[in-house]
């Protein structure tokens, strides 16, 4: 009998607290309002499909995305490798000279097919890449590179090869010639070693091997003539073959001397192999634009290290620098990323270098990680050098040292590349620019040298598939027809993951994020609307906004029920037992509200990691506290109210008491938190993700917004800035004004500081 | 007068507790959380010189206990050492940073508590007046606006489309003399002032309004109008006067925040105070900047706390300790 008198007494009191609520509610039309705007982002969430045609990570179509002519290619043979590309083309004034324009794939299982390629269209901005057929040629079955050698004049190209421990010539026809089995597991090529480029007759003059300890070093020798379109490689005598005690690195570095005022004397050997020793350095001297050396270094750490390099010494006379000497720069990629070193050197012909005559040496510190330099190469213009080093896979920085010409200290500009660097970097000499390629685009640098000591760096990015298997290349020129007006279209491949080729113009740029309205996918005719825009991804900010929301109402939820939930419990069992227990939890909530808000929760975010819910929790360890506070004094008032007595002098138990006559009556308290605390929990996240804390896998308004902040698009697209920042305050506001309904009628001395 | 002497020193000893658990509370998170900074270590790359250092300095790489000794009595010492970022002492960067934060943010809240009672003090007295459902939705408004983004689009209005103030800095580069330098002071931190003008002034606005129409419920209030004393009289000397007390309370609380609150602000002006240091060490895991502004902070906090509660004493006669 007197459970069930307890169990009417408490649904009453719940009901009547409820019922007052919701009847007080009525009365405030701001409070129905934000309810109205509430329900309006529910439906929003839940109809998400319906609304917004596309999924927040459905990305533009790539042509709609990019300027630039962009398509693909399908491969009809199966698992195919990384593309060799054959740059047929090296710039104007070939003459009548067929041109080849190429792309060469192939697999291991011997398999290997040609693609004839041209451009049509009148000008850049209408060139299509045209396909005009492809050949099926056998190759040696396991080979795992190739490496295409180019004529200038179009006498032949041939193809170095190489699998396990052998290396093959393939001719233009591909036909094979067995070159050299040299004794180790081949990992690295050097990339071919050309020649002065201005000697149109021989571009191509030797290439290393390396692997484990051990580097090969092939050098063409012989008297061949250009003329006869039989470029031979039989001669190859091995004059390099060293080990070393440690392991070296020997990556392919291929550096190309395109100093235009450099003559060579006619008597000069194009490349001797005397070695000068100097210092650590010992230089082989391979021809006048190139030099191998090892250089035997100490880390800092301690560590010995041994490289075998390939590089080029460039003259300074020749580039118009201002170097009063001539002083040129060598670069050495040297350790484990730590170091880059700088050589400069007197000399004044390309023909009288003085290798040995090293007067300065200095170091040029790199942070960033543990792994060698993959790749370095030098760019040149008549106004600046520029050794560039890049980085993988780890780090995703590349780095450029414009060499300071009144010092040689060297100004570093360190590029951050989102992703992992996928792949080697390429120079587009004829763009001005270097392609870095990752895992999900190509980054540019085009790097324009206006003043003598600064180079201006910017990144236009192509999209890439993503999912790519193998890195992006740059194919180089492909002209377009006849011989008299040449149109060249610059082009990058990559090999999809579902065997297509995707080619991309060069000469294109990223046209996201795309202002609001309906585009045209000139590949498949479909239109696509997106009426407030894309963000710099391509993804629609529609779409991001309506799933946002989602997640949003979830966290913005969650956390503020739980952080009631936590308050209301402590609180009442404060302010319910008193003595010790009020103590120590009151003691506590003292810690919690001397604790800087947003300080604490950026702290215990950065510690948790990065996920949303890390983000909630947050939020609800550092938001219990006050409400703990105020619970506790209204029970305090509660306790000793007459019903109370008259309940313990039936014989309820506590737990009876605290849920059936104290949590009632706090209930109005617990609607005003939760519904306030919503919208502090919505902002809150959205600051978070916004300083950089957030999930970035997480679809919220907050992620979108630190999305534009580290585009750089801030500032510049205002349909990208202003959606989320609204559906914030609305979502934020619909809850504090529903909050404030029940504050205001309900239990009007109740009042938010 | 005794009272109040005991008052402060139980809570003083109160506070001393409280900074503890704030060091012991940060330690077990420092130590135990997934993306801890010791479990960060092993992807850095330090030097043995560092390595050594973090040891002497962090307790990193000690057992537990004796690293958490090292840690407590370095950090209830203020022995913050080194940034490892700047290779300077922690102190000495604090010592750079804490004025321009104080400044932006002292000024920041006095303006915004100064418009908030006036305007508060208008509102209430003519409740349901333009004057106040203007400034109730006004307030409703910036209460719920990401601090961040109302930050950017000042900045978008305002030193881009209008390029009327600067985007970021704290002072012009290389300017000279002390006038000049203080202009471009001022100038950068205008913008930054804005928002947190526009930011905090919500709470102070409805704080003011509330303990208006609380004090106009009062009978003096009634006397004073039946006194026949002149409208103005009754609402600057009996009404506003005694609805200041909360305002004030609020504003002596919300003093410490000043260091913590502009971290937002601050991040997205690149105006280098306090809030801007915290978040980029984060950044950069630079571990004794972050543990230093963070206990710096909190014991402004607690102390701050104390000293509003005594504050209140002396101004409301009702309050004995």
């Given at each position: 009998m007197k459970k069930y008198l307890n169990s009417i007494e408490t649904t009453g009191a719940f009901r009547r607290s409820v019922r007052g609520v919701l009847r007080a509610f009525r009365r405030s039309p701001s409070g129905i309002f934000g309810l109205a705007i509430i329900i309006a982002f529910v439906i929003m969430a839940i109809f998400a499909p319906v609304i917004s045609p596309?999924?927040?990570d459905q990305v533009a179509p790539y042509s709609i995305q990019f300027s630039g002519d962009i398509g693909t290619i399908p491969i009809n043979i199966s698992s195919v490798q990384q593309p060799l590309s054959i740059v047929s083309s090296l710039g104007g004034g070939v003459g009548s000279s067929v041109v080849t324009n190429g792309i060469m794939v192939f697999n291991e299982k011997g398999q290997s097919l040609t693609y004839n390629l041209g451009v049509t269209g009148g000008n850049h901005s209408q060139l299509k890449l045209d396909v005009k057929g492809s050949s099926y040629h056998s190759i040696p079955k396991g080979i795992k590179s190739l490496y295409s050698v180019v004529y200038y004049k179009s006498v032949g190209i041939s193809y170095i090869g190489y699998g396990n421990d052998t290396v093959y010539l393939l001719y233009s026809n591909l036909s094979v010639h067995y070159l050299y089995h040299v004794g180790f597991n081949i990992t690295h090529f050097s990339g071919i070693f050309n020649r002065y480029i201005y000697d149109p007759y021989l571009p191509t003059m030797g290439f290393a091997v390396s692997g484990g300890n051990h580097t090969f070093l092939f050098i063409e020798e012989g008297n061949f003539s250009v003329f006869t379109n039989s470029l031979s490689f039989y001669s190859f005598p091995l004059y390099f073959n060293t080990s070393y005690p440690v392991i070296t690195n020997p990556l392919p570095y291929l550096y190309l001397d395109h100093s235009p005022s450099i003559i060579i004397p006619t008597t000069h050997k194009i490349y001797d192999y005397s070695i000068n020793v100097s210092r650590q350095l010992t230089y082989y001297k391979l021809s006048a634009g190139n030099i191998v050396w090892s250089q035997n270094l100490t880390l800092r750490d301690g560590t010995p290290y041994s490289i075998l390099k390939t590089g080029i010494v460039f003259p300074a006379e020749s580039a118009s620098l201002d170097y009063n000497q001539g002083k040129n720069v060598v670069v050495v990629p040297t350790t484990n990323g730590f170091i880059l070193e700088y050589s400069t050197r007197n000399g004044t012909l390309m023909s009288e270098v003085q290798l040995e005559s090293v007067i300065q040496h200095t170091s040029v510190p790199f942070q960033g990680g543990n792994l060698v330099a993959l790749w370095s190469g030098v760019y040149v213009t008549n106004q600046i050098s520029m050794p560039i080093s890049f980085f993988k896979p780890d780090i995703t920085y590349v780095t450029f040292w414009n060499p300071d010409q009144s010092n040689f200290t060297g100004i570093s500009y360190t590029i951050a590349i989102p992703g992992k660097v996928h792949g080697d970097a390429q120079v587009i000499q004829s763009a001005n620019m270097f392609m870095i390629p990752t895992e999900s685009y190509a980054y540019?640098?085009?790097?324009?040298?206006?003043?003598?000591?600064s180079g201006n760096a910017s990144t236009p990015i192509l999209p890439m598939p993503s999912g790519s298997n193998y890195y992006p290349i740059y194919i180089g020129n492909i002209l377009l027809g006849g011989a008299s007006t040449i149109i060249s279209g610059n082009y990058v491949i990559t090999i999809t993951n579902n065997n297509t080729i995707f080619y991309e113009s060069v000469v294109g740029y990223k046209v996201s994020p795309l202002p609001p309205g309906n585009y045209k996918d000139s590949v498949t005719g479909k239109y696509y609307s997106y009426p407030l825009g894309t963000d710099y991804e391509g993804h629609s900010i529609l779409s991001w906004i309506v799933y946002g929301a989602r997640m949003e109402l979830v966290i913005g939820i969650t956390a503020a029920a739980s952080a009631v939930l936590i308050g209301v419990y402590i609180g009442i069992l404060s302010g319910y037992y008193g003595k010790a227990m009020d103590a120590v939890l009151m003691r506590l909530v003292d810690v919690f509200l001397s604790l800087p808000f947003l300080i604490f929760v950026i702290l215990l975010v950065s510690l948790l990691g990065t996920n949303i819910w890390y983000v909630v929790i947050a939020i609800i360890v550092f938001s219990w506290a006050g409400i703990a506070r105020v619970v506790r004094a209204v029970t305090l008032s509660l306790k000793t109210r007459p019903y109370v007595d008259a309940s313990r002098a039936v014989g309820a138990s506590n737990t009876r008491i605290m849920t059936a006559h104290i949590l009632p009556n706090v209930l109005p308290l617990t609607f005003f938190y939760m519904s306030t605390g919503v919208g502090g929990v919505i902002i809150t996240e959205a600051t978070l993700d916004f300083l950089g804390f957030g999930d970035p896998t997480a679809i919220t308004w907050g992620m979108l917004l630190q999305f534009l902040q580290t585009t750089g698009y801030t500032l510049l697209a205002p349909w990208w800035l202003f959606p989320p920042g609204i559906a914030i305050i609305l979502l934020s506001l619909s809850f504090y004004l529903v909050g404030r309904a029940f504050d205001e009628i309900v239990n009007p001395r109740l009042r938010r500081r | 007068m005794g009272g109040i002497l005991r008052y402060i020193a139980g809570r003083t000893i109160q506070i001393i507790i409280t900074y503890f658990i704030i060091i012991i509370f940060v330690f077990l998170m420092a130590s135990f959380l997934p993306s801890n900074f010791v479990g960060l270590l092993a992807f850095s790359h330090f030097t043995p010189q560092q390595m050594a250092y973090l040891k002497a300095q962090l307790g990193i790489g000690l057992p537990l206990w004796e690293s958490f000794v090292v840690f407590f009595v370095h950090m209830v010492t203020f022995n913050y050492g080194n940034s490892f970022y700047y290779g300077v002492p922690v102190m000495s960067l604090v010592e750079q940073a804490l004025p321009r934060t104080l400044l932006l943010l002292g000024e920041a809240t006095v303006i915004s508590y100064i418009i908030g009672y006036v305007v508060g003090t208008f509102a209430g007295w003519k409740r349901g007046g333009v004057l106040d459902n203007t400034s109730i939705y006004f307030s409703f408004a910036f209460y719920n606006i990401p601090t961040f983004w109302l930050g950017i689009i000042l900045l978008y209005a305002f030193a881009f489309l209008f390029p009327i103030f600067p985007l970021g800095g704290y002072v012009t580069p290389g300017i000279q003399g002390m006038l000049p330098a203080f202009i471009s002071l001022q100038y950068h931190a205008l913008l930054p002032m804005i928002v947190l003008v526009l930011i905090s002034l919500a709470g102070a606005l409805l704080l003011m309004r509330t303990s208006m129409l609380d004090v106009l419920g009062e009978e003096y209030i009634n006397l004073a109008a039946a006194k026949g004393l002149k409208e103005r009289d009754v609402l600057f000397t009996h009404a506003s006067r005694n609805a200041i007390l909360p305002l004030i309370t609020s504003f002596i609380l919300s003093l410490p925040f000043i260091v913590s609150g502009a971290v937002v602000t601050e991040t997205i002006f690149s105006y280098q105070g306090i809030g801007y240091l915290f978040i980029s060490s984060i950044d950069r895991l630079d571990m004794p900047v972050v543990y230093a502004l963070t206990f710096i902070i909190a014991l402004l906090v607690l102390v701050f706390n104390l000293f509003a509660d005594i504050l209140y004493g002396v101004l409301d006669p009702r309050v004995r300790y």
């Open positions: 596309y999924t927040p540019y640098m085009s790097i324009v040298p206006p003043t003598k000591s | -």
